[in-house]
């Protein structure tokens, strides 16, 4: 459950998480645009993302997670690989980024990763990244639905933070 978000994992459908994920751009899109272009790249403290970065978490997420439910499906209980998200932010200079194709992309990925969706059938299917993480294909739906919506909160809050400094 994440207070947050108001999600829990355990009531969340795949349908409902399909419908979630779908509106998803969109709120990426509002949220990120509404921040003025030269605060995007902005961390409202050294530890804490910029609103480019979020974004490109959000793209990696549903690039990852398309990845990780085509495995679960197609393969027997594979090891899939950590998404690394402070490492990607520093090796591939997510602040240098143009926002504008980071959305197109978030598009993208997120119509992959429903299609994948579309392709399971067998949700307790399982994968790990750590030994001692089992997740089935349902939770990976889950967790990637959580993802993107957690994070169009964080892009929410990082633009009023780094607003009110100026």
């Known amino acids: 459950m ?44 050294p530890r804490t993302w910029s609103v480019v970065e979020y974004a490109c978490h959000i793209r990696d997420v549903y690039a990852a997670y398309t990845v990780r439910l085509y495995r679960t499906r197609t393969e027997e209980r594979p090891a899939v690989e950590p998404l690394l998200p402070d490492r990607r932010v520093e090796w591939f200079r997510y602040n240098s980024l143009d926002l504008t194709a980071v959305l197109h992309e978030i598009e993208s990925n ?11 059938t067998d949700w307790d299917r399982v994968a790990t990244r750590l030994p001692h993480e089992v997740r089935t294909a349902r ?23 780094v607003q009110a400094t100026g």
Not at 29 to 45: D, K, M, Q, S, T
Not at 141 to 153: D, K, L, S, Y
């Open 110 to 120: 997120v119509d992959g990763f429903v299609d994948e969706v579309g392709q399971a």
């Open 2 to 45: 994440c207070a947050e978000c108001d999600l829990s994992y355990a009531e969340l459908t795949i349908d409902e998480a399909l419908d979630k994920v779908r509106r998803l751009p969109g709120a990426v899109h509002a949220a990120a645009l509404g921040v003025p272009p030269e605060l995007r790249v902005r961390r409202p403290e």
């Open 139 to 161: 939770w990976l739906v889950r967790q990637a639905t959580h993802e993107g919506i957690h994070h169009v909160h964080d892009i929410t809050a990082v633009g009023r933070a």
